[in-house]
């Protein structure tokens, strides 16, 4: 795709999916234009890299849709100062754009090739100098580099990971999609001791992920 016509596309995608939709951070929207998102999936699909479609990028994993995505990242609420926390790395697409609008992203992924291949692209490609990646069980967060002020989860749970929680700063955000019969979207605030849950509803956070793996959700 020309250049001329990847801006065009891209410029009608975030009229279409995000501000038509809701997303209202000018940090998250201009993330979208800075990280080209067809970099981060497999050649034959970037046509359709703009798609309001989950698009495989391999190892049986995908890429979610750009609303989906944005909606997260704009519950995140983030600030330039913020270090996050990001469990599933995937094709990194995600983490780069987080990248730009925070001090520092920290991001997990339990697939040794999919980790090794976002450090190719993020890293050694890209230039970003703000990514830490690790390759591990992300149910556990990462305890030695907590706290954080924002954790951002790309698989989804019935029951939320109280080590996520824990390694969440006072007035930390953790954005995670939370199994029923559906995938609804929380947004638990950490306050003291406790937490403020919002509760985004499926039909309007439209996330479609997998389960989230990790012995921290084993059964005792």
Not at 80 to 105: D, N
Not at 139 to 165: C, Q, R, Y
Request: proline residues 6%; hydrophobic residues 40%.
């Amino acid at each position: 795709m020309e250049i001329g016509m990847l801006d065009l596309a891209l410029e009608s995608m975030i009229q279409r999916e995000l501000v038509n939709r809701g997303i209202t951070s000018q940090a998250v929207i201009e993330a979208f234009r800075r990280i080209p998102r067809p970099l981060f999936v497999p050649e034959y699909l970037q046509h359709q890299s703009m798609a309001d479609e989950d698009l495989p990028i391999g190892l049986g994993q995908t890429l979610s849709p750009p609303y989906v995505i944005a909606r997260m990242m704009q519950e995140l609420q983030l600030t330039p100062e913020s270090r996050v926390l990001e469990i599933g790395t995937g094709s990194g697409f995600q983490t780069a754009m987080l990248s730009l609008m925070c001090k520092h992203v920290y991001t997990v992924e339990m697939l040794p090739e999919l980790s090794a291949r976002a450090r190719r692209t993020l890293v050694e490609n890209m230039g970003l100098n703000n990514i830490s990646l690790y390759v591990g069980d992300g149910t556990h967060g990462w305890s030695d580099k907590a706290p954080f002020d924002g954790i951002i989860t790309n698989a989804a749970v019935e029951d939320i990971p109280p080590a996520l929680i824990g390694q969440l700063r006072e007035g930390g955000r953790l954005v995670i999609p939370v199994n029923d019969e559906v995938q609804d979207l929380h947004v638990v605030k950490r306050v003291g001791f406790d937490e403020e849950v919002v509760t985004i509803p499926a039909d309007v956070f439209c996330g479609r992920f997998r389960d989230l793996e990790g012995d921290a959700l084993d059964d005792d």
